[in-house]
Nanobody, 125 residues
């Protein structure tokens, strides 16, 4: 059973930086994706960034150039470095996992079957 535990997050002012970490355990697939999603109050959960076990990444247009997803050598811990934060980035951020390699719809929430509990990111003006 895959388990995902997020940490990091918190509060910052607009223009600031935060970092999120997700530790995945129980992953037995040879190829898999780990991703970050976020959900703001009253909005749908949306994909932010994803990385597969080969290190291939993808980003939502809204965070390109500001966020960076990376993984450790063991490929079971991912980080999301968030720079240039804006108030619209305020949301609960979730780590997610699924079997497979990077593909066109890797930021679609429907295909992920493992989720963490989430960590809050708040950006104020």
């Amino acid at each position: 059973q895959v388990q995902l535990v997020e940490s990091g997050g918190g509060s910052t002012q607009s223009g600031g930086s935060l970092s999120l970490t997700c530790v995945a355990s129980g992953v037995t697939y040879r190829y898999y994706l780990l991703a970050w999603f976020r959900q703001a109050p009253g909005k749908e959960r949306e994909g932010v960034a994803a990385i597969d076990s080969r290190g291939i990444t993808t980003y939502a247009d809204s965070v390109k150039g500001r966020f960076t997803i990376s993984q450790d050598n063991a490929k079971t811990t991912i980080n999301l470095q968030m720079n240039g934060l804006v108030t619209e980035d305020t949301a609960m951020y979730y780590c997610a996992a699924r079997q497979g390699v990077m593909y066109t719809s890797a930021l679609g929430r429907a295909s992920y079957n493992y989720w963490g509990q989430g960590t809050q990111v708040t950006v104020s003006t």
